[in-house]
C-alpha cells in the first residue's frame, strides 16, 4: 500500500510555478543576449510570467518576475535587468492581468502596448540621440571598412558590393528619421509575439479564456484613417516632413494589423486541417511585399468590409 509524503514534505506547486517561470524567463532572456543572432528570442522573456498570472495569482507572478530581473542582473548587469523589467516584463504583466480579470486577449495586447508606447515616448524626449546611435550601430558595421574587405575577400563583384553599399547608405538615412516610429513597432511587435503565444497555449489548454477569434475582428475607427492622410499630406511640408513620415509608419503598422486579421479570418473558415490554415498565414507573411500588400487591405477594409464576404448568408423565413 503506498504510503503518502507528510504534508511538510510535499513540493508546494506554488513554489515550484514561481521558480519554474522565473527559470523559464531567465533563460530565454539569457539565450538572447549571449547568443547574437538569437537576439528576437528576448521578446518572448515575460511569456512564461504572463501564463503564470493567467492561472495563478498576482503575487505569484510578480514574484516570479522579481527572481528573474533578480537573476538577469547578476549574470549580465542591472541596466539590463531594469530593461527587463520596463520593457518585457511589465506589460507582460498587464496582458496576463487583463486576462485573469476578464477583459480579454485584445485589451490586455492594448494595455500593454499603451504601456510600452509611454515608456518609448518618454525614452526618446530624453535620450533620444543614444537611441538613434542603437538602431544605426548595425548599418554602420555593414558599411565599415572592415566588412567591404570581408565581402571582396568573399568574392563578391566590385559592383555588386557597392550596390550593397549604397542600400545600406538609403537604410541609414530612413532610419535616421524614423527611428522613433520603428522603436513604437519594435514593441508592437513585442506584444504580438507574446499575443500569439498566450493565444496558442490557452486554445490548447483552456479555450474558455478565448472571446472566439477576437483578433480577426480588428477593424479601426475611421478617424485612423483621417490622421492617415493628414499624415500623407503633411509630408508636403519640409518642416513636418519628419514627424509625418514616423506617423505614417506607425499607422500603416495599425493597419498591417487590419489587414492580417482579414487574412486569419478567411484562413479560419477554410476547409482544410489547421496545419494548412497556419501555412497559409505563414506564406502571406514572407513574401517580400507582405507589409504594403496587408496594409493596403487594412486600409481598403475600412470602407469596404472584406469580412462580411465571408460570412455565412442568413437562412430564408
Known sequence: MPVSAPARERPDPRTSGVLGAALAST???????????????????????????????????????????????????????????????????????????????????AWAFALLAFQIGVALLFDGPEMQARVLEPIDQYRSPQFQADMRSSGLPAERIEDLTQQFLWLRGVLQTVYPAAYVIMGGLIVLANATLLGGYLARRDPGWLDGGEFEEIRWPLGLSVAFVASGLAVLAPVLRPAAYNVLLVLGFFYALQGFAVVAYYARRLAAPPVLRIAVMVLVLVNPWAPQILGLIGLFDTWLDFRKWAQPPEAKR
Open 27 to 109: 533563460l530565454v532572456f539569457s539565450a538572447a543576449a549571449a547568443v547574437p543572432f538569437l537576439g528576437l528570442l528576448a521578446a518572448v522573456a515575460p511569456f512564461p510570467i504572463i501564463a503564470l498570472r493567467v492561472r495563478g495569482s498576482l503575487g505569484a507572478a510578480l514574484l516570479a518576475t522579481f527572481l528573474a530581473a533578480g537573476t538577469i542582473g547578476s549574470v549580465f548587469s542591472l541596466g539590463q535587468a531594469v530593461g527587463y523589467l520596463a520593457v518585457l516584463a511589465a506589460p507582460g504583466l498587464l496582458m496576463g492581468e487583463a486576462m485573469a480579470r476578464g477583459r480579454g486577449l485584445r485589451k490586455g495586447c
